[in-house]
């Protein structure tokens, strides 16, 4: 025991005006009752302390805290009555309090060791308090152990502070309730007591409230506490450590993973009591019901390395996980070093990280598996089967924290689904979340089933392109040319093979080969005749070449050449078709990806829909206006925005495609066309193409137009509109470039666009007359100013 004088309250709290003071009367006053009453051997011992105070000869009702310690023997004597009898001393964190204030005079090593160690450690657990709430929380205990002895009012139950305290020999946090004993404490007014009216006080009581009102009615002046308080520590670390997991399951958001995951790795090792454990969370992730790695590393990333994707493919990963799932089990062995040969291969990765105990518990949450824990220790460190016990109580909080990870990973497939492959973006889920509402509701109320229309009104449609020039006459010259290279290489080995085995089946061919060649040098190639072409080459001659090679041994290296070549044709890994579909994939991959980084950034500026479209090259349209987000004020500068968007990024995806020009293996360049519609138009959401759609006679002119300008030339001349290094806006009235010219000024002064503005007519269309365009330069030369 320790007899040293220490406040506890661990801050610097305001003095309370308190008549109060140590006195060892009402404990006299209780053994006396008990002596009274008890009919078992207690009795003997309560008279044998009783006796033991009676030679005191305690005239005075109060004792200075100064003067305490000089009555040992007595507060020894009061811990022998009020503590258990079996409990070692050592293992008991008591102590005798100074009533209503915070200061403790007597007590176990335990309760002394732990105040001193104690710490309100808020950057990992809990809440500090403050000077405010402390002083509060003291002015409810006090009210209510008054309305309790005065009124026989006992108030709501006030909530037990967990004090926080390091193991000296671990140095992990250990966590304690307080439980205040006020048996051996007396209070008296010094004057006549107020009535209180207890249905309203126990109202605001319950509610926090109500004390302010009691110092009001009931000074504290008014009152005399004298006695002892008594202090006991219960050790609540393990219900602390997996309340803190449920903390961090509750209040993490998928932003600060990391920080979370090592919140809940030290509160697992505060519930082992054992700082040189490790522990790794390794969440089972799913695709279709097939495993495929996670990306999150919650603790030391052993599962991660052993299981993760830079050690195993994603096939072995998806084998080794599907059968373990299917039949968890748990593994445990307190050095890996010393299992069975059989295991070598199982254990041998965690034993070169240098893992010596291991323990591999599956996690489920209702009873369904979501994920791993590795318990392990580094080097020499080793632990038993009991410290796997331990972590029994958490669990399940592992499991619900893991089954979050896996539903938040399920979400954002979901969420990338929406975004890149539906028409659902997050600018216009509210609307289909209303629709789907509505449609819940009816089902549930048994309505008959309706159509929903999914609309948004009055919205400017912007419309871009960016396309690749020649690209169909790029193409079919490319199949005519490597259609004719591998004639040419077939001819040649039908050549040799009839000047060393002459046959008639062989001459017919040699005729065939050179009358398709023919026909590809008068470029009438047709698609039928493509298709005879290849059903000549593939069924007639390679069959037939085949079985030459089996006949006569001198032939093979030749024939096996000519089909290898043939293989790599048909699988369009060589040839000029395949370095047009190369380069035609890096322009696409490059405005695709500018497209992708740009989108975020002009949701940011007001919610618009955004959607691309796949030709050979790209095209989007984007519609803006304020059904699309009504809680977002919208005004014609948000368009104007937009437009200036339009602009800006033509030039820089100009510049971008340029850059591409020496990696090519074929050359190729890209078009910029801008169609300029300045009137809102209607779009719904059409559900059996799964996309929006204009509506409206006059909006369907709109689409119209978009579909046939991509081609269009120069009014009276052969000149098409579209021309690398050139962006293009049409438009049908000078009204509508009215926005656009400004900013093509702008950027001429910021030499992003050059100073050759072509005013132009266009050629009439079918149904379609009077188009006018814009066509500016894309300046190349300050390529670092856009």
Not at 428 to 454: M, S, T
Request: glycine fraction near 4%.
């Amino acid at each position: 025991m320790e007899k040293i004088t220490l406040n506890v309250s661990g801050i610097e709290v305001s003095s309370m005006e308190l008549d109060t003071a140590i006195s060892f009367q009402p404990f006299i006053n209780r053994l006396r009752e008990r002596i009274n009453h008890e009919q078992t051997v207690k009795n003997a011992l309560y008279e044998q302390v009783l006796a033991t105070y009676e030679q005191y000869h305690l005239l005075q009702e109060e004792i200075p805290l100064e003067d305490i310690h000089q009555y040992e023997a007595l507060l020894e004597q009061m811990y022998a009555c009020l503590s258990p009898v079996m409990t070692d001393e050592k293992e008991l964190a008591w102590a005798m309090n100074m009533p209503f204030q915070p200061v403790i005079f007597y007590g176990t090593t335990l309760f002394y060791e732990l105040m001193r160690n104690r710490r309100d450690d808020h950057d990992i657990y809990v809440t500090t308090k403050t000077i405010d709430d402390y002083n509060r929380d003291r002015l409810k205990l006090l009210y209510s152990f008054i309305l309790q002895k005065l009124y026989n009012f006992h108030a709501p139950v006030q909530q037990a502070d967990v004090h926080a305290g390091i193991n000296v020999t671990t140095g992990l946090l250990q966590y304690y309730t307080m439980k205040i004993d006020m048996d051996y404490i007396e209070v008296t007014a010094k004057g006549p007591l107020p009535e209180l009216d207890f249905s309203e006080l126990y109202m605001r009581m319950s509610e926090g409230e109500g004390y302010d009102i009691l110092q009001e009615m009931l000074p504290l002046s008014l009152f005399k506490i004298r006695g002892i308080c008594i202090l006991n520590l219960t050790d609540v670390t393990a219900e602390k450590a997996v309340e803190n997991i449920e903390r961090v399951r509750l209040n993490r958001t998928p932003d600060n993973d990391g920080e979370n995951y090592q919140y809940v790795i030290k509160s697992l090792k505060t519930l082992v009591r054992n700082n040189e454990i490790e522990f790794d969370l390794f969440p089972f992730v799913r695709v279709n019901n097939e495993p495929v790695y996670g990306y999150v590393k919650g603790g030391t990333g052993i599962l991660f390395e052993v299981w993760g994707e830079g050690r195993v493919s994603p096939e072995v990963f998806r084998r080794q996980a599907r059968g373990y799932f299917s039949n968890p089990s748990f593994f445990f062995s307190p050095d890996i070093f010393s299992e069975k040969q059989q295991r070598q291969d199982y254990l041998d990765h965690f034993r070169k990280l240098g893992v010596r105990s291991l323990a591999l518990m599956p996690v489920f949450h209702n009873h369904v598996p979501v994920g791993v824990v590795a318990i392990h220790t580094w080097q020499d460190a080793s632990f038993d089967e009991k410290i796997v016990v331990l972590l029994q109580p958490a669990l399940a909080a592992i499991g619900r924290l893991l089954q979050i990870y896996i539903d938040e990973f399920n979400y954002e497939i979901e969420g990338i689904i929406k975004e890149k492959f539906t028409s659902i973006q997050p600018a216009v889920q509210w609307k289909f979340n209303e629709v789907a509402w509505q449609y819940l509701h009816d089902k549930k109320r048994h309505l008959p089933e309706k159509e929903f229309n999914i609309r948004f009104d009055g919205v400017y449609p912007l419309y871009g392109a960016v396309d690749i020039r020649n690209s169909t006459i790029e193409r079919n010259k490319a199949i005519v040319a490597d259609l004719d290279a591998h004639l040419c290489l077939l001819a040649g080995t039908l050549a040799t093979c009839q000047e060393r085995y002459p046959s008639s089946l062989l001459e017919e061919m040699i005729y065939k080969c050179c009358k398709w060649q023919e026909i590809l040098a008068s470029g009438q190639l047709y698609a039928n005749d493509e298709d005879k072409l290849h059903t000549f080459l593939r069924s007639e001659t390679t069959p037939f070449l085949s079985h030459l090679a089996l006949q006569h041994a001198d032939t093979k290296v030749l024939i096996d050449e000519y089909l290898k070549v043939l293989e790599s044709f048909n699988n369009s890994t060589t040839g000029e078709k395949y370095s047009l579909e190369v380069s035609m994939q890096m322009v696409n991959e490059a405005v695709n990806e500018y497209f992708e980084n740009e989108k975020n950034q002009l949701q940011s500026l007001y919610p618009c829909y955004f959607e691309k479209f796949r030709t050979d090259g790209i095209e989007y349209d984007v519609y803006i206006g304020q059904s699309i987000a009504p809680k977002h004020p919208f005004n014609h500068f948000h368009v104007k925005n937009l437009r200036l968007w339009q602009l800006s990024s033509m030039a820089a995806i100009a510049r971008i495609t340029r850059a591409l020009l020496p990696d090519m293996p074929k050359v190729l360049r890209t078009t910029q066309l801008i169609f300029v519609h300045n009137h809102t138009i209607d779009i719904s959401f059409r559900a059996d193409e799964r996309r929006f759609d204009v509506e409206g006679a006059y909006n369907i002119r709109y689409q119209m137009i978009k579909k046939r300008i991509d081609k269009v030339h120069i009014k009276d001349t052969e000149e098409r509109l579209t021309q690398p290094d050139k962006i293009v806006l049409i438009y049908s009235d000078d009204k509508d470039v009215e926005d656009y010219l400004p900013f093509i000024e702008y950027l001429q002064e910021k030499e992003t666009l050059c100073n050759d503005l072509e005013y132009l007519l266009l050629e009439d269309l079918q149904g379609l007359s009077g188009l006018k365009a814009l066509r500016v330069g894309v300046n190349y030369d300050n390529s670092v100013n856009d």
